[in-house]
């Protein structure tokens, strides 16, 4: 049994994703975000399950405790938000 996969072009990727044309380039030189595919001679997407994928490692990133480091413009924001 095949599946058809979905591919997503780029204005697609910048509203499934909320990041910005050069946001999504600069990862994709990086090799932070999924390299898109040719569907023609003439276009290029990416596939819809990689995206997806990508955006699920970002969640799961987010979601692991973050330390403070001692100085550092977060650092005095949260000291001042105390006083």
Avoid at 26 to 40: E, T
Avoid at 65 to 82: N, T
């Amino acid at each position: 049994m095949s599946t058809t996969k979905k591919f997503l072009r780029l204005p697609a990727v910048i509203d499934a994703t909320g990041q910005s044309r050069s946001t999504i380039l600069r990862a994709v030189k990086a090799g932070k975000f999924p390299s898109p595919v040719h569907i023609d001679p003439h276009a290029i997407a990416s596939d819809s399950t990689n995206v997806s994928k990508w955006q699920k490692r970002l969640h799961r990133s987010q979601k692991a405790p973050r330390l403070l480091i001692s100085g550092g413009a977060k650092a005095s924001f949260m000291r001042q938000k105390k006083l």
